[in-house]
């Protein structure tokens, strides 16, 4: 049993010891890992020779902390379930939303890993080439050629993002929620559907119509997020932000939203909530003091709008928890 099969490698200078490798078995290993920068867990299922299916729930705005060391064979096709995941391709940046499907080679560039929500949750296709070919031609003969594939991406730069579509959600969001019992053979069962969608299907490339941003753009719209992080107890209007950042307001308010999929004070508001039921489920605090912390002056106002998100007051989430 391979105790580490997609050869990850935490970068040197991190501690080794955030990361934990559990072989399940033959079949499944989950990695979980608990950086500085976030934390989170993958669950490795070894499909098919040189074919694994990788189940990924991350919560972190940057990991950055391993890598994967593999041959220039490989082929990823990533969807995103929940959150957003920054690619950078051809030295612009460009975001893969809920529903999305990205389809790359090693070559096409990502030496990163970024979630603009602070949260994902995917599964990704891993395929080296030189292993699963011979396997794949075995099942289907001569009708699928895994080059074929490979050279359609090649011919899109090495990178194809395709806009979610019926046929997509119908493949992968059954994949996310499989008993146990049943998960080898059906996991199997979807990935050869998955090769022949991508058989039959052309592989129209959508990422010239989506928004795409220099590294000056979104450097200067994370800049105006840490503000927005930094000074969360105080109201800040855009009209502010605008003249602070050299930035047009139809600028901020188009950038942002593409960057971070929400327009900024929806945002905003979503963030204050999510750090209010961080410290809900802290003692330390009343529930006016964390109103207050968050930026609400009156606590009955933040109790609806924590009720409105959470579909609970913040009295009865503390005694949920508890």
């Known amino acids: 049993m391979k105790n580490n099969p997609l050869k990850l490698k935490i970068n040197e200078k991190y501690n080794k010891k955030s990361m934990h490798i559990f072989n399940e078995s033959s079949f499944k290993t989950v990695y979980s890992f608990d950086f500085k920068s976030g934390n989170g867990k ?25 890598k994967r060391i593999d041959s220039n064979q490989e082929i990823t096709i990533n969807h995103c379930k929940k959150g ?4 950078k391709f051809k030295g612009k940046y460009h975001y893969l939303e809920e529903g999305d499907l990205v389809v790359a ?39 699928f050629d895994l080059n074929e594939l ?62 795409k941003f220099s590294k000056k753009q979104v450097e200067t719209i994370k800049a105006i997020k840490k503000e927005l992080i930094k000074n969360i107890h105080n109201p800040i209007t855009l009209e502010y932000l605008s003249k ?12 942002f939203k593409a960057i971070y999929g929400k327009p900024v ?8 909530l999510q750090i209010a039921k961080e410290l809900l489920n802290k003692e330390d605090y009343k529930i006016s003091e964390i109103a207050n ?14 009720k409105e998100y959470y579909k609970l007051t913040p009295s009865q989430y503390r005694l949920q928890e508890k």
């Open 42 to 66: 993958m669950v490795s299922y070894a499909v098919f020779p040189g074919i694994y299916l990788v189940h990924n729930e991350i919560h972190g705005f940057e990991i950055n902390e391993f």
């Open 265 to 272: 004070y929806a945002w905003r508001k979503e963030y204050r």
């Open 105 to 143: 080679t090693k070559t096409s560039e990502k030496s990163y890993s970024t979630f603009p929500l602070g949260y994902y949750e995917g599964i990704e296709i891993y395929i080296n080439k030189k292993s699963a070919k011979p396997f794949l031609k075995n099942v289907f003969g001569y009708s």
């Open 244 to 255: 602070k950042y050299n930035i047009s307001i139809t600028s901020l308010k188009t950038s």
């Open 84 to 87: 957003r995941f920054e690619c």
């Open 150 to 211: 490979y050279n359609k991406i090649s011919e899109n730069n090495d990178f194809l993002l395709i806009k979610s579509t019926e046929e997509i959600e119908h493949i992968f969001n059954e994949m996310y929620y499989v008993d146990e019992k049943i998960q080898k053979m059906y996991f199997k069962l979807k990935v050869l559907e998955l090769f022949l969608f991508l058989k039959i299907t052309p592989l129209n490339n959508t990422i010239e119509n989506r928004p």
């Open 293 to 306: 912390k968050v930026g609400y002056k009156n606590p009955s106002k933040f109790s609806a709008a924590f």
